[in-house]
């Protein structure tokens, strides 16, 4: 199969700081077992699914083109997905969360290409193909619930992070890494989880992304949509484990009502959940969505927004009244009577209107940061950016006059006024200003050597929210994960093995009829006789092919399996019961 990318839209109109995190699928790097693997948990999952899921997730199957005998090549995908929309696209692992939630925005699946371990078929930590393909993929192929999710994105990429989320999500991301791979020691991933567990701790106050990451885990991950009495699956992590979604319909899971109160409730990725929530209907979905996005310093602003971003320590933005933005690391804030009163950010800044950046105001004019006071002039009940023409004359607030400006709560600013900007309502925006000495009491903010003043305009702060207004004013291509999805180097055991499973890969799709099945299942006997996914498939081909005697044979070595290795009992069982439900025996 092609590596090269279909031709698609939705991947053309990707900004470039999101194209860093994309990897080849390497379509050929997938092994025969992966293969097997992947048709395994596909006919399980489609299997008994066709009765607990959502009615659009068996619909949304062939509606994405995804296979259940073949592991889908995300790139044929694309062919398919355009027609409703989206697109997919392969990385490594986890992602930055607020990456992942914008290409959501962009209307694009993030699909992490690796596919777990045959020792870890019903459940891994680390996203792969299967969890990502096979549970997400065919979801959004319900119009609700795919605006659902591209809004769940468009919002979720503006919460604003705390500085120990991202040290979370490194330590999250290296123990889903460790687990699957299989090589890992007990000693190394007892002390990796030790980490997280101490990190998820030792959290404090939970940020917005932290809040809004709950609502994705019991939404998008793990929901549960109809009646507390008989509801039926959605959420992709269920969709994807051959485990948990049978064992969520038991009652030994809680079923609770979705509401705001998910919000507030924090999970455990490496554990099944003792509790999910139902909600009723897609539409709710987004009420929920919505309610939440209140909330955030986004909708907000405020002195508690900036104060957000100052503790996340990351690139974000606010939005003044007048709708200019600033955009850069946010270090300090000063407030009166619970308001802010200015701002100042640490090196580069942009300032930007709209989403696009002021010309003559980018990082290389404001590279030593920039701060500006926020509010109205005292004793004057007009704010200057609802003065006329005429009102700012009268106030003296004219090109080439020097002026002294005190503001509610005691930022002066004095200076000769070179030129105003105004916004496309004719609001003055921004003032420049020479020989300009601003203080707050006592403080010096900023005085006349330090080049020209640029005075934001704005009586409040509207917005706060992760990330910049114009995506061109920074350098985002930055991202270098601490830890890489580990590859370690085949064994001639494992290559042996996987020579035999292609063997019966090619036998079933009628590639080499001439294979011996006799002699493959003698060879498993002698040098594999712990492997037991591939002689559940010899078990299929010989009951199709009504050989009797073959399959008592398999039958007999699966039993030899069982005992020797009961934890694989149940899964050797459920591959015999698909088989006979699908053969006639």
Same mark, same amino acid.
């Given at each position: 199969?092609?590596?090269?990318?279909?031709?698609?839209?939705?991947?053309?109109?990707?900004?470039?700081?999101?194209?860093?995190? $994309?990897?080849?699928?390497?379509?050929?790097?997938?092994?025969?077992?992966?293969?097997?693997?992947?048709?395994?948990?596909?006919?399980?999952?489609?299997?008994?699914?066709?009765?607990?899921?959502?009615?659009?997730?068996?619909?949304?199957?062939?509606?994405?083109?995804?296979?259940?005998?073949?592991?889908?090549?995300?790139?044929?995908?694309?062919?398919?997905?355009?027609?409703?929309?989206?697109?997919?696209?392969?990385?490594?692992?986890?992602?930055?969360? !607020?990456?992942?939630?914008?290409?959501?925005?962009?209307?694009?699946?993030?699909?992490?290409?690796?596919?777990?371990?045959?020792?870890?078929?019903?459940?891994?930590?680390?996203?792969?193909?299967?969890?990502?393909?096979?549970?997400?993929?065919?979801?959004?192929? !319900?119009?609700?619930?795919?605006?659902?999710?591209?809004?769940?994105?468009?919002?979720?990429?503006?919460?604003?992070?705390?500085?120990?989320?991202?040290?979370?999500?490194?330590?999250?991301?290296?123990?889903?890494?460790?687990?699957?791979?299989?090589?890992?020691?007990?000693?190394?991933?007892?002390?990796?989880?030790?980490?997280?567990?101490?990190?998820?701790?030792?959290?404090?106050?939970?940020?917005?992304?932290?809040?809004?990451?709950?609502?994705?885990?019991?939404?998008?991950?793990?929901?549960? %949509?109809?009646?507390?009495?008989?509801?039926? %699956?959605?959420?992709?992590?269920?969709?994807?484990?051959?485990?948990?979604?049978?064992?969520?319909?038991?009652?030994?899971?809680?079923?609770?009502?979705?509401?705001?109160?998910?919000?507030?409730?924090?999970?455990?990725?490496?554990?099944?959940?003792?509790?999910?929530?139902?909600?009723?209907?897609?539409?709710?979905?987004?009420?929920?969505?919505?309610?939440?996005?209140?909330?955030?310093?986004?909708?907000?602003?405020?002195?508690?927004?900036?104060?957000?971003?100052?503790?996340?320590?990351?690139?974000?933005?606010? =939005?003044?009244?007048?709708?200019?933005?600033?955009?850069?690391?946010?270090?300090?804030?000063?407030?009166?009577?619970?308001?802010?009163?200015?701002?100042?950010?640490?090196?580069?800044?942009?300032?930007?209107?709209?989403?696009?950046?002021?010309?003559?105001?980018?990082?290389?004019?404001?590279? !030593?940061?920039?701060?500006?006071?926020?509010?109205?002039?005292?004793?004057?009940?007009?704010?200057?950016?609802?003065?006329?023409?005429?009102?700012?004359?009268?106030?003296?607030?004219?090109?080439?006059?020097?002026?002294?400006?005190?503001?509610?709560?005691?930022?002066?600013?004095?200076?000769?006024?070179?030129?105003?900007?105004?916004?496309?309502?004719?609001?003055?925006?921004?003032?420049?200003?020479?020989?300009?000495?601003?203080?707050?009491?006592?403080?010096?903010?900023?005085?006349?050597?330090?080049? %020209?003043?640029?005075?934001?305009?704005?009586?409040?702060?509207?917005?706060?929210?992760?990330? %910049?207004?114009?995506?061109?004013?920074?350098?985002?291509?930055?991202?270098?994960?601490?830890?890489?999805?580990?590859?370690?180097?085949?064994?001639?055991?494992?290559?042996?093995?996987?020579?035999?499973?292609?063997?019966?890969?090619?036998?079933?799709?009628?590639?080499?009829?001439?294979?011996?099945?006799?002699?493959?299942?003698?060879?498993?006997? =002698?040098?594999?006789?712990?492997?037991?996914?591939?002689?559940?498939?010899?078990?299929?081909?010989?009951?199709?092919?009504?050989?009797? !005697?073959?399959? =008592?044979? $398999?039958?007999?070595?699966?039993?030899?399996?069982?005992?020797?290795?009961?934890?694989?009992?149940?899964?050797?069982?459920?591959?015999?019961?698909?088989?006979?439900?699908?053969?006639?025996?």
């Amino acid at each position: 199969m092609s590596n090269t990318i279909e031709t698609n839209n939705i991947l053309n109109r990707l900004p470039k700081h999101l194209m860093q995190f $994309i990897k080849p699928q390497d379509y050929d790097d997938y092994s025969a077992i992966d293969q097997a693997v992947w048709r395994y948990v596909m006919r399980k999952n489609v299997n008994f699914l066709s009765t607990v899921a959502h009615k659009s997730y068996l619909e949304g199957l062939n509606q994405t083109g995804i296979s259940i005998d073949s592991i889908p090549n995300m790139y044929g995908m694309n062919r398919i997905l355009k027609d409703i929309g989206w697109a997919a696209v392969a990385v490594d692992g986890f992602i930055p969360p !607020n990456a992942f939630m914008e290409f959501q925005a962009y209307n694009v699946l993030v699909i992490a290409s690796d596919i777990r371990q045959l020792e870890h078929i019903e459940y891994t930590p680390a996203p792969d193909i299967i969890h990502e393909g096979a549970g997400h993929a065919p979801i959004i192929a !319900n119009p609700e619930y795919a605006e659902y999710l591209r809004r769940f994105g468009e919002i979720g990429c503006k919460a604003i992070s705390s500085a120990k989320d991202y040290e979370l999500y490194e330590a999250v991301r290296h123990l889903s890494i460790i687990k699957e791979a299989p090589n890992s020691s007990e000693s190394d991933i007892a002390a990796t989880e030790k980490k997280v567990e101490a990190l998820q701790q030792n959290m404090g106050e939970p940020s917005e992304m932290a809040l809004i990451r709950n609502l994705h885990w019991w939404t998008v991950e793990y929901g549960l %949509i109809g009646t507390l009495e008989n509801p039926k %699956i959605y959420g992709a992590g269920l969709l994807s484990s051959i485990g948990e979604s049978a064992w969520c319909m038991t009652d030994e899971v809680e079923k609770l009502p979705y509401d705001i109160n998910a919000t507030y409730k924090d999970f455990d990725i490496t554990k099944p959940q003792p509790q999910l929530f139902v909600t009723p209907d897609f539409a709710n979905l987004s009420l929920i969505l919505e309610e939440f996005a209140n909330t955030m310093a986004l909708r907000k602003g405020g002195l508690s927004g900036v104060n957000k971003l100052i503790e996340s320590n990351a690139l974000g933005t606010i =939005e003044l009244s007048t709708g200019l933005q600033i955009s850069g690391i946010f270090a300090h804030v000063i407030e009166s009577n619970g308001y802010p009163i200015y701002i100042q950010t640490n090196g580069e800044t942009a300032l930007a209107y709209r989403e696009k950046e002021l010309v003559g105001h980018g990082t290389n004019t404001h590279k !030593n940061g920039f701060g500006s006071p926020i509010g109205k002039l005292k004793g004057i009940n007009l704010a200057i950016e609802d003065m006329s023409p005429r009102d700012l004359s009268a106030y003296d607030i004219y090109e080439e006059q020097n002026i002294t400006l005190e503001f509610e709560g005691g930022v002066k600013v004095s200076g000769e006024i070179i030129t105003g900007k105004r916004n496309l309502q004719g609001k003055i925006i921004l003032i420049s200003l020479k020989n300009c000495t601003v203080t707050h009491n006592e403080t010096i903010l900023f005085q006349p050597e330090w080049g %020209i003043y640029d005075m934001a305009i704005g009586k409040e702060i509207v917005s706060a929210f992760s990330g %910049i207004a114009d995506l061109n004013s920074f350098d985002l291509i930055t991202h270098v994960p601490s830890t890489k999805t580990i590859q370690i180097k085949k064994s001639d055991q494992q290559i042996q093995l996987e020579a035999l499973y292609q063997q019966v890969r090619d036998y079933r799709d009628h590639k080499n009829k001439t294979i011996s099945r006799t002699k493959v299942l003698e060879q498993l006997i =002698e040098k594999h006789p712990n492997d037991w996914l591939l002689p559940v498939e010899l078990y299929e081909l010989a009951a199709i092919g009504n050989e009797s !005697n073959l399959c =008592e044979s $398999i039958l007999a070595h699966l039993e030899t399996i069982k005992r020797n290795r009961p934890e694989v009992g149940h899964l050797i069982d459920d591959g015999l019961e698909i088989v006979r439900q699908t053969v006639s025996i």
